[in-house]
Nanobody, 117 residues
Framework: QVQLVESGGGLVQPGGSLRLSCAASGSIFGINAMGWYRQAPGKQRELVATITNIGGRTNYADSVKGRFTISRDNAKNTLYLQMNSLKPEDTAVYYC??????????WGHGIQVTVSD
C-alpha cells in the first residue's frame, strides 16, 4: 500500500502562485511514476502533469505548459507541483497520483485550489 497526502492548496488571486506537495509513505519502493490530476466542478478528472521515477521524464497537459512545474524530492519522498500565473480555470480539486511497477495506482484524497478575486 502507498499513502499519499496532499498539502499546499488554498485561495489565490489570478496571476498568483501556489506550490502543492504530496508526501508519499508505505510501499514506495515500487513506485514507477507519480503525477497530479485535477477535477473541476461538473468536469471529468484530467491529467495535469506526471514524472517518472527513473530518468525524471515529465509530461504536462497543454493547458498548464509553461506555467506549472512538477518535481520530486526522493530523499523526502515528496512530489511537488509549482503553479505560477494561475488562472480562474485552474480552480479544481488537485489529486496526487502514483503508479507502481505492477500498474496498480494510488490516489490522495485531493486538495482544493481556488483562483479568484
Amino acid at each position: 500500500q502507498v499513502q499519499l497526502v496532499e498539502s499546499g492548496g488554498g485561495l489565490v488571486q489570478p496571476g498568483g502562485s501556489l506550490r502543492l506537495s504530496c508526501a508519499a509513505s508505505g510501499s514506495i519502493f515500487g513506485i514507477n511514476a507519480m503525477g497530479w490530476y485535477r477535477q473541476a466542478p461538473g468536469k471529468q478528472r484530467e491529467l495535469v502533469a506526471t514524472i517518472t521515477n527513473i530518468g525524471g521524464r515529465t509530461n504536462y497537459a497543454d493547458s498548464v505548459k509553461g506555467r506549472f512545474t512538477i518535481s520530486r524530492d526522493n530523499a523526502k519522498n515528496t512530489l511537488y507541483l509549482q503553479m505560477n500565473s494561475l488562472k480562474p480555470e485552474d480552480t479544481a480539486v488537485y489529486y496526487c497520483y502514483a503508479v507502481n511497477v505492477l500498474a496498480r495506482d494510488y490516489w490522495g484524497h485531493g486538495i482544493q485550489v481556488t483562483v479568484s478575486d
